[in-house]
């Protein structure tokens, strides 16, 4: 099975995508993980304005046999999210770092920044895991 | 009787099937030392043997022609139908329907389970059955306290005090405050800090509540906190308006009253209902409506399980796994046999005829009907003497009321009186006699 | 053909013809006179329906529903043995089905729950018993309590509780209603808890104790319960004894023997009463004689005189249900035990064994056991090595096929793909070897025709349903 990682991105261990603009990340789950999921039937987004700190569960995704959580790459403060996904949960399944994006971040720590995984680090821990 | 259909040639052929000498090969894991030679208890009995002994235990439960008693469990007519479809052992004798395709029968029963209920209360969910009505409030406020993020609830007297005493301990579990606050205070109790607030209509006194009016009076002062209302006997329904049009989020019931035997208290039926925004952090079983993957055909199946237990484990909300499937159906042929005519029919004669009953009181000295709000099959009455009343009623053949003290040690001499359809003219009348003998007999003490 | 019809709803009509409403027989007022209007509600929504309507509708449901009655259960876990009729009889008898919780007059009920009680304790070897929860989660929640009180009476903070990787989905669940949080362990090769390993997590001081159930979920014994309950003891925990699995050890083996101190049982399953559908059942919860003064209220002992009476415990964690418990289920599982006796109570776990014993030996001939060794009352299989990537569930969903119930699938998670197989004492040989030649000719299929198990169930009133559909766009009501 070939999984998709766009090298632009950063990754965390747990799945997570980054795309960072200036002070703004947008994250979604990887196609690894939605593959891992099974057809996504429900997300439960956070508020506008929740303040978490990186590591915190920020969104809950449900398939038919399970659920999985999305954490927060890096601190700092909600400030959209994917409407989208309420009515079209499968975009995360069939578009994972397009039409599935989650949530945008405004980040307030940028070293967090470097601890976050390249993609040939985190295509590295997917290949173990598949072991 | 061990129901074990082989003989002794079978069990050899198998055991040669498997390569062992003796059954006892197949426990060798078992450390001997912890192999027990066999157990104190007496031998099995035969059908008759074991009629007949439990006939002896059961001939010291009094049957009584008829009941006066009430407080969360009640005596009514229950259809022939109901039994007649819980007794097939399709129904009865299937496990839980995780299969959908082979259990099509029973999951359309669910799902006109949860359908029936929701019309009755005009919720727009119910799930497929909490273990009973206590439980079923204690995982309400539960349910609440997840959706707010808060953990403080208000539980308003007059909720069941059975139901009180389970919800406090479902919230010590969770380390949830609970606060008890009479109806009339519940506006200084209020804060933003509050998940939500319980309260029973009609409740355990048998006042019935303008729900409406509470409603607007607790969603004034704090917007977010939800309402949750219990019942104990939901055929009120029948002539009642619904939780559904009053305000309420979160309805949960007994449902022991919808065709299910009293049988001491056990099973019950816990009726859980919901607004639709809350939908997804209902707990318990839900059954859905589909289609084929390849096909047309419309079935039903479990659905949502991502929120139960047995995918989220440690990270789901509530535990509950077997509910009370076989009360449901006992429940759903009930409300189908009764229909809406029949409904408002039963209804309406629990109404009048404790109201009656209530006139009649208020006509013998010594006797006061304490509610000073509507009621339904329930109201309580201050005695002259209540161990001489539960004494003449006992002797002219009916279940006494509940005599308060048993919950509320400082209300001596006050009694729960229930009146259902099934207590007929003549049982009232004797009822009323032992009022009055039990009012003869203190003033001939005196 | 789609014998399935239409809902009950549709089958109303304007007949209120209605038969089950006693003649009005004293002098009534009028509704409105004594209620305001203002809590009077609109008509109620539910139709009426004429009773031979009802009776066809219902009749034809159970028609397309598997009961254990039609057929073998064979679902790991559950225990679905014969529901004796004899049972069903007793509870309908009116001295048990029409008397009222609070009423004064019940000695035969509190008796019956006191006797079986004391059964319950011997067949475990625990010394008080509580009959009041509903379920066996119900049960374990109360088990729980009963720790998290324990401690909290002796002033030591332990939030911990440790579960194995193929437990049970309601432990972690209940650990966490009851406020604890988890350490989950993973089960070493064999499918056992690895002593090492659970030491160390018993070394960090703050784990109350551990749930276990033995035999474990793959069917296997593990041969150092002592050892595991010993450690836990060591480091101040206790252990709780979840009894969904009891059904091999009844007469042969008890809980309190391994070193539980808790321990909860599944009416409806170990003891016979009815699955209904999905309940109700019964989660009676056993103690040892420390935890007596924890278990719930109302507790029923027995004074020097004979007479059963209700006794409040000081430390008692309070009451968990209203009432007595499933009073109707409680007497089911009594008078199980009473036809039983202690002879048949051995030879019901003797014959558990048995049965899966010769299942296991016959499947594994065409399909993957990843623990072969003998097994208690179930055992697992998986779909590891299946010609043409056939699944887990489209063998089960070929199974309903051939007429026969399909295992449980995918638990334990620690098995990939699993299949859990548990046949009971009740199945004669005969029905076995009818499962056993399904499964020979489905794996058949799976080399030649997959496509027959691709599409399966093709022979069910419905074929697979769309489950995603129905998570995505729940329908939940008409």
Known sequence: MEYEFPNELKYLQTHEWIRIEDNIATVGITDYAQHQLGDIVYIELPEIGTALQKGGNVVEIESVKAVGELMMPLSGKIIEVNTGLADNPESVNSSPYGTGWMVKIEINNKSEINELLTMEAYKEIVETEKK | MDFVPHDDDTITEMLEVIGVNKIEDLFKDIPKDLI??????????????????????????????????????????????????????????????????????????????????????????????????????????????????????????????????????????????????????????????????????????????????????????????????????????????????????????????????????????????????????????LVGKTKEINGEREGFLLTLQAREQHIRREKASSNICTNQALCSLSALIYLVSLGKTGMRKIATQNFQKAHYVKKKIKKIPGYEVLNNKPTYNEFIVKCPDIDSLIQECKKLNLLPPLPLSKYYPEMKDVALVCVTESNSRESIDRFIKALELANNNKEARY | MDSRDSLIFEKGNKNTQINFIPKMDIEFDELESFIPKNLIRDEVQIPDIPEVEIVRHYVKLSKINYGLDSGIYPLGSCTMKYNPKINEHIARLAEFSQIHPLQEENEGALQLIHNISNMLAEITGMDGFTLQPAAGAHGELVGLLILKKFFETKGVVKNKIIVPDSAHGTNPASAKMAGFSIIELQSNKSGEVPLDHLEFAMQQGDVAGIMLTNPNTLGVFDKQIKDITKIVHKYGGLCYYDGANLNPMLGICRPRDMGFDIVHLNLHKTFSTPHGGGGPGSGPVGVTNELIPFLPKPCIISTENGIVCTHDKTHSIGRIKAFWGNFGIILRAYVYILTLGAEGLKRVGQIAVLNANYLRTQLQKKYNLPYNRICQHEFVLSDKNMPNEITTEDIAKRILDYGFYAPTIYFPLVVNGALMIEPTETESKDSLDKFIEAMYQIYEEALNEPEKLKNAPSNTPIGRLDAVNAARKPILRD
């Open chain 2, 36 to 285: 027990i030679n066999g157990l104190n208890l007496p031998e099995g009995l035969s059908e008759p043997d074991v009629l007949k002994k439990l006939k002896e235990l059961g001939a010291t439960n009094t049957i009584y022609a008829n009941s006066f008693l009430g407080a969360g469990c009640y005596f009514h007519y229950i259809p022939t139908l109901v039994d007649f479809v819980v007794s097939r052992s399709e129904f009865y004798t299937s496990y839980t329907p995780y299969q959908a395709e082979a259990s099509q029968g029973y999951l359309q029963a669910i799902y006109e389970y949860q359908s029936i209920i929701s019309r009755l209360t005009q919720m727009d969910v119910a799930n497929a059955s909490m273990y009973d009505g206590s439980t079923a409030l204690a995982e309400a406020a539960i349910m609440a306290s997840i959706i707010t993020r808060k953990n403080q609830i208000v539980i308003l007297e007059g909720v069941h005090p059975e139901y009180i005493e389970v919800v406090n301990t479902y919230c010590w579990g969770q380390n949830i405050a609970l606060k008890i606050v009479p109806i009339d205070k519940i506006e200084d109790e209020l804060n933003q800090e509050i998940a939500a607030v319980l309260f029973q209509s009609p409740n355990f006194f048998g006042n019935i509540e303008d729900v409406s009016v509470l409603a607007k009076k607790i969603k004034k002062t704090a917007p977010n906190c939800l309402l949750i209302q219990c019942m104990t006997d939901p055929t009120c329904l029948g002539i009642l308006k619904p939780p559904g049009e009053t305000g309420v989020d979160i309805f949960v019931a007994e449902g022991q009253s919808f065709g299910i035997n009293p049988s001491f208290g056990g099973p019950g039926l816990g009726i859980f209902a919901v607004k639709e925004k809350f939908l997804r952090k209902i707990p318990g079983r």
